[in-house]
């Protein structure tokens, strides 16, 4: 069997933590029944004691954190210091495991690995960018009110450019998981990005999980995120309330980790509010359409092809439409152009349920068709082959 070195920023453990670990455990998990594999993360791993959530049995996980200063230099440095995460002992533990492992490719997951080129050799490896992290601080720096997070943000995105210019260019092999962020990193490098999407767990995101009753308008999402903050207030104040006076019996749900409190006290009387669920497949239960009307970020919103996995309508914005490669309705979607024609669209989808159901239907076989984690596998395994 080949040899896969996995060097990773995040740690898949706890796989529900964010969007990145729970990334890297599908990859890993896969990757694993095509190689042996070893994983060195830049944060601690903590492996599950229980038997659950297990990648696979030819994996060795090795976790070697960066040891920032400590302080108030430690918190500038942390704002301020592009190589933040960069350690010239970490750099010679990932030289000696390259020569000790002898790997056939390495996977580079998050652009920050990108410093540590020079401990990998000769050895093909493959620069999972995942998106564009100068574009994500710019788009946060835009979305900030306060003129402090603002100036803080424009030092990351001056900082992240910096990285992404001066590093990426040392990898033949570049992939992003969203096409704007793909354009944006090929115009800025001068190089071909490949665009390879995120995927979607199958098998734990199927409809046989939904209930009867599909009552509930459902917005899921890491709730701090600056995009999905702004957009649960904009279903709070413009659409749910519309909906609530002509549709009283129907109900609404905005779950997800970490919810801000300006969100925690927007929430409606008739709106329930779960904070970090224990299996966000619950606040889909019984979803009879989910709503995004994301207005900014970048690439896949995971919460979205988990819902069409479960056979959920959505309706989303274009946004949040272009990543996944939706251009009509006949993917189960309904995109809306026009922030003012959200709440329209909405009232008008929920008055053909029986339609609704079909739609979610249709948009997990296009999840099934594009979107499993072992086709996603797959294309990385060919991107690193064509080295």
Not at 49 to 57: A, F, K, P, S
């Amino acid at each position: 069997m080949q040899r896969l070195l996995i060097v990773s920023q995040v740690s898949p453990y706890p796989v529900y933590k964010n969007g990145g670990s729970l990334r890297v455990f599908h990859l890993t998990k896969e990757f694993s029944k095509r190689f042996y594999c070893e994983v060195i993360t830049l944060e601690h791993t903590d492996l599950p004691g229980d038997g659950l959530e297990t990648v696979g049995d030819h994996v060795t996980f090795h976790s070697m954190v960066p040891q920032g200063k400590r302080g108030m230099l430690g918190l500038i440095s942390k704002i301020f210091s592009p190589k933040r995460l960069y350690s010239k002992t970490i750099a010679e533990s990932i030289e000696k495991k390259v020569r000790s492992f002898k790997p056939t490719f390495i996977f580079a997951e998050q652009g920050v690995v990108a410093q540590y080129y020079v401990a990998f050799g000769d050895t093909p490896t493959v620069l999972s960018a995942v998106d564009s992290i100068a574009m994500a601080a710019k788009n946060e720096m835009i979305l900030s009110k306060n003129m402090g997070r603002r100036a803080m943000w424009f030092c990351l995105y001056l900082q992240r450019r910096w990285l992404e210019k001066r590093y990426y260019k040392r990898f033949k092999c570049i992939s992003a998981v969203a096409e704007g962020d793909t354009a944006y990193l090929s115009k800025i490098l001068q190089k071909e990005v490949e665009f390879i999407p995120n995927g979607v767990d199958l098998d734990t995101f199927n409809p046989c999980y939904l209930g009867e009753i599909r009552d509930t308008l459902v917005f899921t999402g890491t709730l701090d995120a600056s995009m999905n903050e702004e957009a649960c207030i904009f279903l709070l104040e413009e659409v749910f309330p519309e909906i609530h006076k002509h549709n009283p019996d129907l109900k609404f749900l905005i779950g997800g980790r970490r919810p801000t409190k300006l969100l925690q006290k927007s929430v409606l009387p008739y709106v329930q509010l779960i904070d970090s669920p224990a299996d966000i497949r619950y606040c889909l239960k019984n979803c009879l359409l989910f709503v995004a009307p994301i207005s900014c970020g970048s690439g896949i919103k995971n919460s979205v092809l988990q819902a069409m996995a479960m056979g959920c309508a959505v309706c989303v914005t274009p946004l949040v439409a272009a990543p996944i490669g939706i251009t009509n309705v006949k993917e189960g979607v309904r995109c809306v152009s026009e922030r003012a024609e959200f709440m329209e669209t909405v009232a008008r989808l929920i008055c053909d349920p029986l339609e609704l159901v079909a739609a979610g239907m249709r948009s997990r076989k296009y999840v099934e068709d594009h979107f499993g984690w072992g086709s996603i596998c797959d294309k990385y395994v060919k991107l690193m082959i064509r080295q």
